[in-house]
């Protein structure tokens, strides 16, 4: 504590009044503990219920920010709810938001055993929309209202992607017996889903 003390008085001499305010700021730093209230493991943050205040119960329990990036744990960081936690955190413009956090006596947190679900669904970027072709997005997350059905290979109107001339021609081209059991399928569930009403030639 001694020597924190020795480097911020000097620091103090040396420089203007910037380097006073953020000494004013640690000072500020207070002390509580609680538990995690709720934490969105995908968007890495959450609010915390600060029951005690530097030591000191609260009547009604209090909410402070918390983002993963305070966490003192190894690996993925994220706590689960009701997590007792220990924390130190500051008054900001958006509120209470914690500078550290803790496991009960500055144990690591325990975290959550969820994990976010949208790296395990990640598809692969030939993937396009099949409301508007565009690449990128699916036809759930589509700005665009609901277009007229058209073939998802080759985007033409006149036919759908079951009877496609462009697929089938390179179908011919790269076919390997693996990969025509899925083709097929693939291609019988399209037909299902854009020519519900017209009955089956075949």
Not at 68 to 88: A, D, I, N
Not at 118 to 124: E, G, L, V
Not at 180 to 194: D, V, W
Request: proline letters at 7%.
């Amino acid at each position: 504590a001694a020597e924190s003390g020795e480097m911020g008085s000097g620091s103090t001499q040396t420089l203007t009044g910037g380097c006073a305010q953020s000494e004013e700021e640690e000072a500020a730093l207070s002390r509580g503990s609680g538990v995690c209230k709720w934490f969105n493991v995908r968007m890495g943050f959450g609010f915390l219920a600060m029951s005690s205040r530097d030591g000191a119960p609260l009547e009604q329990p209090l909410d402070v920010f918390v983002h993963q990036s305070k966490l003192h744990m190894e690996g993925f960081r994220s706590l689960r709810e009701g997590e007792p936690v220990e924390f130190t955190y500051k008054k900001s413009s958006k509120g209470l938001e914690s500078v550290r956090v803790t496991g009960p006596n500055g144990a690591p947190c325990l975290g959550s055993e969820r994990r976010p679900k949208s790296a395990q669904k990640r598809r692969s970027k030939g993937d396009r929309c099949y409301n508007c072709g565009g690449p990128g997005h699916h036809a759930k997350e589509c700005q665009l209202p609901p277009q007229p059905k058209k073939c998802h290979f080759c985007q033409s109107v006149s036919h759908m992607v079951a009877s496609c001339p462009v697929k089938a021609q390179q179908q011919q081209q790269h076919s390997s017996p693996g990969s025509q059991g899925i083709t097929t399928s693939a291609r019988e569930e399209e037909e299902e889903h854009s020519q519900p009403n017209l009955p089956s030639e075949n």
